[in-house]
């Protein structure tokens, strides 16, 4: 398995799934859970797995799914300032 830092290097990216599911006892009511792993976007094939895995195992209806994704590994940035403050 290759490291957090190898991955990333190979475009993987910081992503994070907001879940909401369907109580299995109580359909009306809606839980959530947060999946975050390293993935790569905009296919996301990590977090693909993981949904195949929840409709196949896990009882909880999927409701909705929003996905963020972000760079860790990112080229320096800077700006300049604008003013200057003087005491």
Do not use: C
Not at 2 to 20: C, E, F, G, M
Request: hydrophobic share 45%; glycine share 2%; proline share 7%.
């Amino acid at each position: 398995m290759p490291s957090d830092l190898a991955l990333q290097l190979n475009d993987y990216r910081l992503t994070t799934a907001h879940i909401l599911y369907h109580l299995p006892d109580h359909p009306s009511l809606l839980q959530e859970f947060i999946w975050q792993r390293l993935d790569i976007a905009p296919k996301f094939p990590e977090l693909h797995k993981f949904l195949t895995f929840w409709e196949k195992n896990l009882d909880g209806k999927l409701h909705s799914v929003r996905v963020a994704s972000s760079e860790i590994i990112k080229p320096a940035h800077y700006r300049n300032a604008k003013a200057w403050l003087l005491h």
